[in-house]
């Protein structure tokens, strides 16, 4: 489990496709502190450690299978590119965002950017099958970060990106267009799930 709160902006070092896609990530984790099969959410995507080294920089490799690839936007990443990285949540941490799985259900595309203040407001398209669970002031993961839907219209909804959060993740270079991947709120989740049965 996660909470949305972004704790490293990673680098895409290296990615290899050998079956599934291979992916080698720099970080300032402390990788000494690190088990391989460890969980790190990575852009959302709840990722297992098969690999860990200290040059030329700290790095973890993760396995991608072709299924993760299909459902999120893991397949534009490129050597170069900055993920958002948040290690697994263990007892006693503190739960600053929401709970977050970093179980992907599809990808959101950004259908509009523009600075409001000195926040960035940013406007999405939900797919179809998720946008009924996507609601004004509720809670979402969009590329692992834990963001407060603003509005809601249909399939499009909207949050602003306050200057901190574009520090500390990788939401400085969104553009119109991106895909980002979308997991919405367990709670909403369940909510919908128990109004079908009735």
Not at 6 to 19: A, C, E, F, S, V
Not at 68 to 81: E, M
Not at 136 to 164: C, Q, Y
């Amino acid at each position: 489990m996660f909470t949305g709160i972004i704790t490293d902006q990673g680098t895409i070092l290296k990615l290899d496709q050998k079956g599934d896609l291979r992916a080698r990530i720099g970080t300032s984790y402390d990788v000494a502190g690190i088990d391989i099969g460890a969980s790190i959410a990575c852009d959302g995507v709840c990722l297992t450690v098969v690999a860990l080294g200290y040059k030329p920089q700290n790095w973890f490799e993760v396995e991608i299978s072709a299924e993760s690839v299909s459902k999120t936007n893991l397949g534009t990443w490129t050597p170069g590119k900055s993920v958002n990285l948040e290690r697994a949540l263990r007892v006693g941490d503190e739960l600053g965002g929401h709970i977050v799985s970093g179980h992907v259900d599809g990808v959101a595309t950004v259908t509009s950017v523009h600075e409001e203040g000195d926040s960035t407001r940013v406007t999405f398209r939900a797919p179809d099958d998720f946008a009924r669970f996507i609601a004004p002031k509720g809670s979402v993961a969009l590329n692992g970060t834990s963001l407060t839907v603003n509005e809601v219209s249909g399939r499009d909804f909207g949050v602003n990106l306050i200057p901190h959060t574009k520090q500390v993740t990788n939401w400085d270079k969104v553009a119109e267009g991106d895909r980002v991947n979308l997991e919405i709120d367990t709670l909403a989740r369940y909510v919908a799930r128990l109004q079908d049965w009735q």
